[in-house]
């Protein structure tokens, strides 16, 4: 019953338009371990005790979490389902690792790096400088960057196909990150390669994340950003939440301004929520100077 009851609510799930893998398998292992016990529907004590098997705290609470949403569900429909309380396995503890914003300076030197690649005067180094420089003037994802075609460079932008939300969006382009995708397309267009993918490698396939991320590890040797003091080593991810932040900190700084902007931010990042936006935003010696000026204004009674 439970198996049959599992099979409904993935169905309802991926109707709605989530992906639902890893949920999916987590489950499984569940009804599996249940129904070994002879449940016919979900029980307390035996999602505590699956959830407890996992390896760290943040995982059993993870498994625990999925379990219980599942067991809303089916708790809808029938209330012999038990539904387990969220903090069974204790409070989640948020740890949000700080980015490493970058400064113009460095990008620069990234770019830099990027064109000394070798061989000299192949694909290679016009690649990586394309891919960096679009990450950094756009912020979107590397996934969303590897992934576009050709048919997704338009006169409007950049079209992102169903991203990590399952839609859509248009990303309007800088005259100047314009110039310099033309430059690559042209570059590009003498391959003569049938693959589709915008960034491809040496052989003509798809560029893969794996030899990006590798690639970038040796870039920030040649720029000089291995050992800065940082907690943790820059990464590609960081260059989205650099744009987050500067794009933030040329905004107007009056309170209907900002309220826009972070709006439409959000809407370019590809966030479901405006929350998820904040959580890409960092002090920056500027910021910290504009709120100070306005937080010294509200107190002498000025406009903030």
């Not at 503890?93 to 690649?117: C, F, G, H, K, M």
């Not at 248009?170 to 049938?194: F, I, N, S, V, W």
């Not at 396939?205 to 080593?233: D, H, I």
Request: glycine share 6%; hydrophobic share 45%.
């Amino acid at each position: 019953m439970l198996s049959q009851d599992l099979v409904r609510y993935v169905d309802l799930q991926r109707s709605l338009g989530f992906k639902f893998r890893i949920q999916h398998i987590l489950l499984r292992g569940f009804v599996a371990f249940a129904e070994e016990h002879g449940d016919g529907h979900v029980k307390n004590a035996r999602a505590l005790a699956w959830a407890a098997r996992a390896p760290s705290p943040e995982q059993r609470r993870n498994r625990l979490l999925t379990v219980r949403r599942f067991a809303l569900a089916m708790h809808a429909e029938d209330g012999r389902h038990e539904v387990p309380a969220p903090d069974a396995l204790g409070n989640a503890v948020v740890r949000r690792r700080s980015p490493y914003i970058y400064t113009p300076n460095e990008i620069d030197e990234l770019i830099r790096a990027a064109a000394a690649l070798r061989p000299a005067g192949s694909m290679r180094p016009l690649t990586y400088v394309t891919l960096l420089g679009l990450l950094a003037a756009t912020g979107m994802r590397i996934s969303e960057a590897l992934a576009l075609q050709l048919d997704d460079v338009t006169v409007d932008g950049l079209l992102i196909r169903q991203t990590k939300f399952q839609k859509n969006r248009l990303l309007p382009l800088h005259a100047t990150t314009e110039r310099a995708l033309d430059r690559y397309l042209a570059a590009r267009a003498k391959l003569g390669c049938r693959n589709l993918a915008l960034f491809v490698s040496g052989p003509g396939g798809q560029l893969p994340y794996n030899t990006v991320k590798g690639v970038f590890l040796q870039l920030l040797t040649s720029a000089g950003l291995e050992g800065v003091s940082s907690p943790r080593k820059p990464r590609i991810h960081d260059l989205r939440h650099t744009f987050a932040v500067r794009s933030l900190e040329q905004c107007q700084h009056d309170r209907d301004a900002v309220a826009r902007h972070i709006v439409a931010l959000s809407t370019y990042l590809g966030h479901a929520h405006v929350t998820d936006t904040y959580w890409y935003l960092q002090a920056t010696p500027i910021l910290m100077k504009q709120i100070a000026r306005d937080g010294e204004a509200l107190l002498v009674g000025g406009d903030a």
